[in-house]
């Protein structure tokens, strides 16, 4: 009986949260994941029979500023969070808040690298790679070469592999919830990002203020407090640091957070094995985990490399 009230509890909170998933992830024209929720393991029905990977696709939904006229995308770069190369910053929610956990990330979910990658299809870009760390783990990719001039109601799609990913059986987390790094040139100049514009690229950018993490809060040289920033704490952007090289910043100074400034694009996992007994996170529902790539990662892993590997090949944009 106590089993059957868990999975009912369960469904309503997979609901909630896919619906609540579906409306952020459409309600804006921003990059994001096509499938922002999957479920854990391989039981999704959208996957290949013989491997478990799930069909994505990064949806890419307008081009840089000004608004009234966009700037075609020239390409993008994408990074999921690595834990065995880097040490990813972990946030967990018990429902008031995230805190900054420091658990490892074994002890939440596996594997703990290579959880997406390219496929080879086709796509709307025929200069692609993938992006591997130094142990060949796959961390994302990057596709370009050509300006695809967009509307808001057009979307340039890049499909990709999701592979299989567990929640730790014996941990609280309900959840696991991925935040990418994802950087959208526009300019097929590839401007350096130190002095590139709003104009230029756009950065949908992971950054961790919460309570907790070492060095937050981020934010700019000023800061700027009617610039709304949800789920960040402070809500508007701070005085402080930057977390990584591509905060994503509205002039080359550096000195005003632009579009994509805690704003990145999500892939939650859900759980659907039991909690273990004595979980008390969120009104005994569990707890919600989020995973944010190392600010190392991204400095390594965002730019564009004519190799797979960070520093191999051809430098094309960094």
């Known amino acids: 009986m106590l089993k059957l009230h868990y999975y009912n509890k ?22 994001r994941l096509e499938r922002a929720t999957i479920d854990e393991g391989t039981s999704n029905p959208v996957t290949h029979a013989s491997s478990g990977r799930i069909l994505n696709y990064l949806r890419i939904g307008h081009g840089c500023p000004p608004s009234n006229a966009r700037n075609p995308t020239y ?22 808040g995230k805190l900054f956990s420091t658990k490892s990330a074994r002890d939440f979910y596996s594997p ?32 370009g070469g050509k300006a695809y001039p967009q509307t808001y109601s057009t979307t340039i799609a890049v499909d990709f592999d ?13 959840s696991v919830t991925f935040e990418l790094a994802i950087a959208d040139i526009c300019d097929s100049s590839l401007p350096n990002s130190a002095t590139a514009t709003d104009e230029q690229v756009l950065y949908w950018s992971p950054i961790p203020n919460f309570a907790g993490v070492p060095g937050a809060p981020f934010g700019a040289p000023t800061a700027d407090p009617t610039h709304s920033v949800p789920g960040n704490v402070p809500n508007f ?20 957070a632009g579009d994509g400034w805690g704003s990145p694009a999500t892939l939650t996992v859900q759980r659907l094995t039991a909690l273990p007994s004595g979980c008390t996170g969120n009104g005994g529902l569990g707890d919600d985990v989020y995973v ?14 004519s190799g ?3 520093g191999e090949g051809t430098l094309y944009w960094k």
């Not at 999701?162 to 309900?174: D, E, F, G, H, L």
Request: charged fraction near 10%; proline fraction near 8%.
């Open 75 to 96: 390409g993008t770069s994408l990074v999921f969070p690595n834990a065995v190369s880097y040490t990813p910053v972990i946030g967990v929610d018990s429902g008031t």
């Open 10 to 31: 369960l469904a309503i909170y997979s609901l909630t949260i896919a619906s609540i998933a579906a409306v952020s992830q459409s309600a804006f024209a921003h990059t």
């Open 237 to 256: 952007v701070p005085a402080g640091p930057a977390y990584s090289k591509y905060d994503g910043y509205k002039d080359a100074a550096h000195t005003i």
């Open 162 to 174: 999701v592979n299989p990913v567990t929640i730790n059986p014996a941990s609280c987390a309900r």
């Open 308 to 310: 797979p590997k960070a």
């Open 112 to 143: 703990l690298a290579g959880i997406a990658a390219l496929r080879y299809t086709g796509g709307p870009w025929d200069s692609t790679n993938i992006k591997v760390d130094a142990l060949g783990n796959k961390d994302g990719f990057w596709a």
């Open 292 to 305: 944010y790539p190392a600010a190392a990662q991204i400095n390594d892993e965002l730019p564009v490399w």
